[in-house]
């Protein structure tokens, strides 16, 4: 049993951001397994659950016309190391190729290929579904608070 002195663990503001977040991605990634535009390959691997939040960072940052690997790893809040380590899964995955940088002939550019966009259209789809559920579940007032919150306290 849990002491009173020691509630405030499991209560605080970032564990139920960091929970809520939790469950809306797996929530996010659910819907995505099941979208029959996805194509089947990665609509497995969202299934088997072998996307992570991490991979979401691609799908969230990379601009359409393609970025470059710091300017994602800037985005993501990531270390370049990592990010590219990302970018090799999705490039494997099929979700982005990399291609040279038309303004800067030393530079890469990572690029969405049309899996890759089918992809991100199912992400802008099933966070919609997901959102939507959310306002269903805590009610319109409730969710309409929660947004102007977070958007305040994350400076947007």
């Not at 020691?6 to 503001?13: G, I, N, V």
């Not at 929970?19 to 497995?44: C, I, K, Q, W, Y």
């Not at 899996?115 to 306002?135: C, I, K, T």
């Amino acid at each position: 049993m849990q002491d009173d002195q020691d509630a405030w663990r499991q209560t605080h503001l970032g564990r139920l951001l960091g929970e809520a977040m939790r469950r809306f991605d797996a929530r996010v990634f659910e819907l995505m397994a099941h979208d029959a535009e996805v194509p089947l390959a990665l609509s497995n691997l969202a299934a088997r659950q072998q996307v992570s939040a991490a991979h979401i960072h691609i799908t969230r940052h990379l601009a359409r016309g393609g970025s470059r690997l710091t300017e994602l790893a800037e985005a993501a809040g990531m270390s370049k190391q990592a990010m590219g380590a990302l970018v090799d899964q999705c490039e494997a995955w099929g979700l982005v190729t990399r291609g040279p940088d038309p303004l800067d002939a030393r530079a890469r550019r990572v690029v969405f290929t049309a899996d890759g966009l089918a992809w991100l259209e199912a992400f802008r789809r099933s966070v919609a579904q997901a959102e939507a559920e959310f306002r269903a579940g805590v009610g319109e007032e409730v969710a309409t608070v929660v947004a102007l919150g977070l958007e305040a306290y994350c400076g947007s």
